[in-house]
């Protein structure tokens, strides 16, 4: 049986599902509750009376896509295969999700936080702690398998390192839309060579 119950978490659902896909395209920071009700197929006031705001909607479907990219802490998991090798497996769909999938989203959140326009999270520092309580315990646990050192502040400050070393550099050159001549080189190299740097 069909009830009211069922009807709202449908519209519910194709609101969230409208906004998402547009912050995958690019749109985040020039959404208006018209475009996302529009392209749902409910009335303007459904937007406020499901989710209170539009930057509530917007923080909540944009959460939805980080867990979605954070799945990758999932590859950490597989003890069939060697820790070097999960942790390659990481860096690469880590980077490739958050960067290829959802790159219009990597610049919205990194977006200057004194600028005018609204950021879907409220700073960097929110990215960083949803991130590190997402999993980045398990890239400590795989590198304290890996090195045998189970030493807690050494292995947080390389947990750390080998973290940023790969990720921040494609964060900025995507965020910085650097011309053609400056691309970094395939994800795989370049997570190949820093962890062989580090671990090998």
Request: some cysteine; glycine content about 4%.
């Amino acid at each position: 049986m069909y009830t009211q119950d069922n009807e709202d978490k449908t519209a519910q659902e194709k609101i969230l599902r409208v906004t998402i896909e547009l912050i995958d395209e690019g749109k985040g920071s020039t959404l208006t509750v018209r475009q996302i009700a529009t392209l749902a197929g409910v009335n303007v006031g459904a937007i406020n009376y499901y989710f209170g705001s539009k930057d509530e909607l917007i923080n909540i479907a944009s959460r939805r896509i980080l867990q979605r990219v954070n799945e990758s802490f999932l590859l950490l998991d597989d003890t069939s295969l060697p820790p070097l090798v999960r942790l390659e497996n990481f860096f690469i769909d880590f980077i490739g999700k958050m960067l290829h999938c959802h790159k219009s989203f990597v610049h919205q959140v990194f977006k200057n936080e004194n600028g005018s326009n609204k950021r879907v999270f409220s700073g960097k520092r929110e990215i960083a702690s949803y991130i590190m309580e997402s999993g980045f315990d398990k890239i400590k646990a795989t590198i304290i398998e890996l090195t045998g050192d189970s030493d807690d502040s050494r292995t947080q400050m390389l947990s750390l390192q080998v973290f940023s070393a790969i990720i921040m550099p494609n964060i900025m050159m995507s965020h910085a839309q650097m011309s053609t001549e400056k691309k970094l080189p395939p994800i795989e190299e370049q997570v190949s060579s820093i962890l062989n740097r580090m671990f090998r």
